[in-house]
């Protein structure tokens, strides 16, 4: 007859000591599953840690685009300085001739240093609403352009404004290509009398500077 002690079998008759290891791996597995799905990569292939750090961009605000517009400025007086005015070196005037590839005239000079394609557009071409606009003269800021776009090719004229020369404004200092001497800066009065010919203008790529 069968004792009141115990075969020493556990749950499906096995061991006391393999029932306790089979529980260990169980709890050990479940544990791997909850890992591996809480580092599982979300249907999109990012994880949620790695969206949250994604930077967002910054939108530049008044003071970056202003600044930005003054080195527009800048660039075109640079780029007015590269045909070296008033000195040996400077490109002499043509109507035929080009150099890197823009006429040599005073409106391809002016298209060069905008940027404008080549060869450049002419004095007329440069007073349309797709390149420039009217402003007044007391307006004007470096790199805009004062224009006589009247009359012929052989009188017809535009200069790179760059500066004030006096605080009472009679004169400015301007960069211009003209004729029978070539690249030059020196100062100009051009528009300033009551009855010019001569129009202030601001290129459109300026016209938030």
Known sequence: MKGKHSNGKGVFGLS??????????????????TVHVAERPSDTGTSVA???????????DATEKSAKKTD???E??????????HSA?????????????????CSGYVSMTLGLPKPGQNT???????????????????????????????TRHVVIFEKWANSRHTSYWA??????????YRTRDYGLDAGSEYKAYRPKKLSDA
Do not use: C
């Not at 750090?53 to 530049?60: C, D, E, G, S």
């Open 16 to 33: 006391p000591r393999t029932n306790g290891a089979l529980l260990g791996l169980a709890v050990f597995g479940v544990a791997a599953a």
């Open 50 to 60: 790695a969206v949250k750090t994604i930077p967002q961009p910054r939108k530049a």
């Open 72 to 74: 527009e400025r800048s």
């Open 76 to 85: 075109v007086i640079e780029r007015a300085r590269s045909w070296k005015p």
């Open 89 to 105: 070196d400077r490109v002499p005037y043509s109507q035929v001739r080009s150099h890197e590839g823009y006429r040599a005239d």
């Open 124 to 154: 007329v071409g440069l007073t349309s609403s797709r390149y420039t606009e009217r402003i007044k003269m007391s307006e004007l800021k470096k790199g805009d352009l004062v224009m006589d776009a009247e009359g012929t090719n052989t």
């Open 175 to 184: 960069y211009e290509q003209r004729g029978r001497y070539g690249t030059d």
